[in-house]
């Protein structure tokens, strides 16, 4: 097999000026969202509170050994990259092409919807004045802070981070005070609300399988730590503790916060079947804070949510900015992509996401629903297909290593329980991925428009992939013929040696 990596010197690119405090709260800020904010109400009142507090536990234990996987692969190889890279390395060229380019749309469709959620939010203050504004104003915000420099994105990530994590620790707080009776509110808590109706676990394993999606998509995020790897300080030592760090907070937030919710709330409660970000008022969030006599909380917590969807969207157009990037400098987009401003900045591949971000809102803002449904559906897809391909990657990555004798005590951060812990979460994250929607085979006729519109980012991944592969009649790659750069400190931040010879397909 040919050398497909023959030149790996370091070349003026990205800027390695990410902190450890940076990646810490980019991966919280990617994943501690409206997810939390609204859609646990919806959790809760689908699943009963036993069965929402289990989903959360097993996605979490899940989402555990993705990151311990994605940190073993980033602290040995940092590069902004990430899945894709790692793909076509350590599985097959046209497996990391496609993770490459459907990472990409992932976040750039997210960033519209973020958009739209905006001005759903700013709507509460401001009913008269017309959505299409407030969704410009933030898109120009966002452009900004990413335009600058690689440094002024992360310190406006830390501080719309730390605003999240401020207001779940302080809500965790209020929750456990109204449930021992020292705040008003709680007089109705207690674990009594796990026996009401069907609890603790309503509608079964069916109602589980449900909402395990939407809590899925509530940790989708914490990933953004492989693609600020290849701009972090010091990869070897920042990527292990972050990655350490944001699993535990994560889901302590996550678990602490839907058992204040289930013990105080009871899943029968209508307002918890109403979670709408159209609505704030109805955010279990908010409902937990009204209880406790605290008047201004919608208005609190809207601006809170406003920050979480202004986060998302900041952290969204980062990670597709820098995987268009690497694309291009692999020679899997137009070289156009590939070029930096003085500042280190991806300004031509910054500039396409926010037009695609720009058209997908215009698709919606213009009423046509179904179009924007459907590439929202797309979207959610991807961003599991992006977990199976760090599980994979990283399976594969070890056993290559492994394989050809070299020393697992090199490698600056090694993940725990393998090959269970990747196996484990591919396994789980498929059947998550598979059955989403599987109440539309089992009616009398099945729901084609409802599977299409589902499953949609499937087969646009495998026709990316086979494409690639039919076009370059690539393969899967041996065990033996794996390449591995070396120390992780050595390697360039950015990769523009493409992963196909420069020859081949011209």
Known sequence: MRETHSDTRPVPGLRRELKARH???????GSIGTGLFVAS????SQAGPGGALLSYILIGLMVYFLMTSLGELAAYMPVSGSFSTYGARYVEEGFGFALGWNYWYNWAVTIAVDLVASQLVMSYWFP??????WSALFMAIMFSLNAISVKGFGEAEYWFSLIKVVTVIIFIAVGVLMIVGILRGGESAGWHNWQVGNAPFAGGFPAMIGVAMIVGFSFQGTELIGIAAGESADPAKNIPRAVRQVFWRILLFYVLAILVISLIIPYTDPNLLRNDVKDITVSPFTLVFRNAGLL????????VILTAVLSAGNSGMYASTRMLYTLAC????????????????PRNALYLTTVMAGLCFLTSMYGNQTVYLWLLNASGMTGFIAWL???????????????????????PYRAGFFPLGPIFAFVLCLLITLGQNYQAFLQDRIDWYGVTATYIGIPLFLVIWLGYKWRHGTHL??????TFPGRSDDYPADERVPLRSQTEGK
Do not use: C
Request: charge should be positive; glycine fraction near 12%.
């Open 23 to 29: 990646l810490t709260m980019i991966a919280i800020g």
């Open 128 to 133: 008269t004045v017309p959505g299409w504004i």
């Open 41 to 44: 109400g919806a959790t809760i």
């Open 389 to 411: 391909g760090i599980a994979i990657s990283h399976y594969r990555f070890r056993r290559g290593y492994m394989i050809q004798g070299r020393d697992l005590a090199e490698l």
């Open 477 to 482: 790659i041996r065990y033996q013929d794996m």
């Open 330 to 345: 692999q020679g899997n987009a137009p070289k156009i992509f590939a070029k930096l401003s003085k500042g280190g900045v």
């Open 296 to 303: 201004s909380a919608a208005a609190v917590m809207n601006a």
